[in-house]
Structure formats: C-alpha cells, structure tokens
C-alpha cells in the first residue's frame, strides 16, 4: 500500500525567512509525484509534478526536489500570499485508475 | 471559467437523508475523480471514471455511496442514509486521458451531516 508523510505538520516563518517542507513516500514503482497547495475552504491548486529523481521544478519562490524516498518543497523568502496548506502526493504503477495517494499536509503561516 | 466546477457548495443535512453532489470537469478531460477530505487531513480517494465508465472504487465507498457519470461528462455523487460520519469536503477532480497527468480540483462540496 502506498504512504505519504508530511512533516512538519505546521510550519511558522517570518517574512523572509526561507525554509523546506518534506514529504517521504513508499510506493511500490513510482509514477510521479504531485505538490498541490490548498487554501482554507477551497480545493488543491496543482502546483508541480516530478517524475523521476534527481528532478526538480521551480515556480517563484518555489522549487520542488525529488529524491528515491522523499521530496523537498523549498521555499525561498517567502511572503503572506505563501501561506497556505501543502500537499504531497503519489501516482504509482499499482494503480490502474492513477489515483492519487496524499500525505496529511504541511501548514505553512509566514508572518510580515 | 473553464475550471473543474462543484455544485453546491455547502450542503447541510440531517442525518438519513439522501443528497446529491455535481461536478463538471473541464471540457476536454475524459477522466474524472471523486476524492474525500475530512478536517487537517489529505485527501483520500473514493472514485474514479474514465469517459462514462466507472473503473475503480475505494473501500471507503460504503454501498450507502454511489456515482455516476452519464455520457462522460458531468459526475453525481450520492450518499444515501446519511451519517455524522459522512461530514467532510468532498473533492472533484478532473485530467486529460493520455497519460499519467496532473489532475486538477474543483472546489468542493462541504457536507455537514447534523
């Protein structure tokens, strides 16, 4: 069975102040790995999807990594606008449908 | 808007009565895809279509739970019998069938079961 994780659960900055999120995975044959962001109240807004490791996606002030066993969500100087919740997720070869598999979520706050 | 759309967007019940979700994907995608999401928690597969045809269920879809997706395109999803347990923001998503592509999410529908 597939798992995600997530940690941490939540995470406070200060404007400014980079850091990363983490997100481990066992997946037997991985097809791809999914971010998504959620706002309160609304749905996942895709963010990017890495196939292979070694791989990496770079959206502003984000830059997603993937290695064999987990991936990274770097955030670099964030703002406000930032804050939001973080999901991980995975595709794997055991899946007919391509379903996705979700960690629980990182919640990032970044404070001005 | 060419977004994947949900409908409604609040629904509160009592709890035995039957209700009914919409989803309309975007236009082009021919798969479709209802997740579950409860309270600080990811979320969890329920079901998924390609075109008309429904071809994959999880265990969570108890047999109160049934959807469906007429000529391949709008999706109902229905839960009958409704339980407190059911409360939960119901996720709609939709890709494009040629591949293993991202999927992208309504919405929502968030049900709260009294």
């Known amino acids: 069975e597939d798992q995600v994780t997530q940690s941490p659960e939540a995470l406070r900055l200060q404007e400014g102040e980079s850091s990363s999120l983490n997100c481990s995975y066992t997946v037997s044959g991985l097809r791809g790995l999914f971010w998504y962001r959620q706002d309160p109240g609304k749905g996942p807004e895709f963010l990017f999807t890495l196939y292979s490791a070694g791989e990496e996606k770079e959206k502003e002030r984000l830059k997603a990594t993937l290695t064999k066993k987990e991936s990274f969500l770097h955030i670099t100087a964030p703002k406000p606008e930032d804050s939001a919740t973080y999901l991980c997720a995975v595709q794997s070869y055991n899946n007919a449908g391509n379903m996705l598999t979700f960690g629980g979520g990182t919640r990032l706050m970044v404070k001005p | 808007d060419t977004g994947v759309s949900q409908d409604p967007r609040h629904k509160i019940t009592k709890r035995g009565q039957n209700v009914t979700f919409r989803c309309d994907p975007i236009s082009e995608h021919n798969r479709l895809y209802w997740y579950r999401q409860t309270l600080g928690q990811g979320p969890e597969f329920l079901t998924y279509f390609q075109n008309e045809a429904q071809l994959e269920k999880s265990r969570l879809l108890s047999d109160r739970f049934s959807a469906e997706r007429p000529k391949g395109s709008f999706s109902t999803l229905e839960i009958q019998r409704t339980e407190q347990g059911d409360s939960a923001m119901y996720l709609c998503?939709?890709?494009?069938?040629?591949?293993?592509?991202?999927?992208?999410f309504g919405p929502g529908t968030r049900l709260t079961v009294l």
């Open positions: 998503a939709s890709s494009l069938g040629t591949g293993w592509n991202e999927q992208f």
